[in-house]
């Protein structure tokens, strides 16, 4: 299966394993899309149901079997589901766990680098090799500088409630932070399919946002 992603990831992008890399990932965004507008259209659900939610907590707040009952009936009144926001970083698993195989192949990135820094290498390993004020390491640098940027809108894109769990509402500021660290540890190529999906997905979730579905 790696090899047959390889395959297809250069046949793609003309031998350019870099691009071939965005090019999948823009790929993966697509195909996901539905799943995304489910997600939107959850989240504006939650919403305009947050008084009535209120009123529940308050009502059967205590009762955990009665409160679960009366969720669900709510949510299937609106014809949705309160795990409908999960769905797109639940889908995403597989296709990360392959670019991950992929981007940690013995063969499969070798010889295969982004403006001098090689795809297989993690930062480690590229100080490691090259030195702390070099090239490649710049280069990565630049990348993980660009997934901050963009974790850092995705949580000013987040919508909390009072409803919600202090707890969950700090989690959920900083869950986007998560694909800072992931790059962080990561070979290059891992980071760079990081920063192309969640460039994609804040852009997506700024243009759902706006329109009515």
Do not use: C, N
Not at 49 to 76: C, F, I, N, T, V
Not at 117 to 138: D, K
């Amino acid at each position: 299966m790696i090899d047959s992603l390889v395959t297809l990831v250069f046949t793609l992008s003309g031998g350019d394993a870099a691009l071939g890399i965005v090019l999948f990932t823009l790929a993966v965004r697509l195909v996901l899309l539905p799943l995304s507008v489910r997600q939107a259209r959850a989240a504006k659900i939650r919403e305009r149901l947050a008084p009535k939610l209120r009123k529940l907590r308050e009502r059967h707040g205590r009762d955990p079997q009665r409160m679960s009952k009366e969720l669900s009936a709510l949510y299937a009144a609106e014809g949705a589901s309160p795990f409908a926001g999960f769905l797109p970083a639940l889908a995403q698993l597989p296709f990360m766990w392959l670019m991950y195989r992929v981007a940690t192949h013995p063969t499969a990135l070798a010889g295969h680098d982004l403006f001098g820094a090689p795809l297989g290498q993690q930062v480690a390993g590229l100080v490691a090799h090259y030195g702390l004020f070099s090239t490649p390491v710049l280069v990565f640098g630049v990348i993980v500088a660009l997934v901050a940027a963009v974790a850092w809108l995705s949580a000013r894109q987040i919508k909390v409630t009072e409803e919600q769990p202090e707890l969950m509402r700090q989690i959920s500021k900083l869950l986007p932070y998560g694909a800072v660290v992931a790059t962080l540890v990561l070979p290059l190529a891992a980071g760079l399919y990081l920063l192309v999906s969640t460039a994609w997905a804040t852009g997506e979730r700024a243009v759902l946002a706006s329109r009515p579905l």
